[in-house]
């Protein structure tokens, strides 16, 4: 019912920045919360970040918490991921994805019933 498509990756160097996009389509953001996740080779998919579509509130990771920032778009179905002083733990494939609001700020990864494509982030040394 969501699709939720992802931009913005590409290769930097450590201390460098990218911004993540995340668009949706086929319905508003409106009754969603919204989460970021990661995932390098071998390893589990892990919560990066969240936020609310109900009183702005944002959540996250402990690893990237003062790096990354994640935000909406005023008028927009459209989630960002601000990532700055990248380093190369930092490099994964990328995914937005959608919970029902009860679920903001959740880094369980069952809890989203919608995901995009992904979209790969690597940052070299």
């Known amino acids: 019912q969501v699709q939720l498509v992802e931009s913005g990756g590409g290769l930097v160097q450590a201390g460098g920045s990218l911004r993540l996009s995340c668009a949706a389509s086929g319905r508003t953001f409106s009754s969603y919360a919204m989460g970021w996740f990661r995932q390098a080779p071998g390893e589990d998919r892990e919560f990066v970040a969240g936020?609310?579509?109900?009183?702005?509130?944002?959540y996250y990771a402990d690893s990237v918490k003062g790096r990354f920032t994640i935000s909406r778009a005023n008028a927009k179905n459209t989630v960002y991921l601000q990532m700055d002083s990248l380093k190369p733990e930092d490099t994964a494939v990328y995914y937005c994805a959608a919970a029902p609001a009860y679920y903001s700020g959740s880094s369980f990864d069952t809890n989203y019933d919608y995901w995009g494509q992904g979209t790969q982030v690597t940052v070299s040394s």
């Open positions: 936020i609310s579509w109900n009183g702005g509130r944002t």
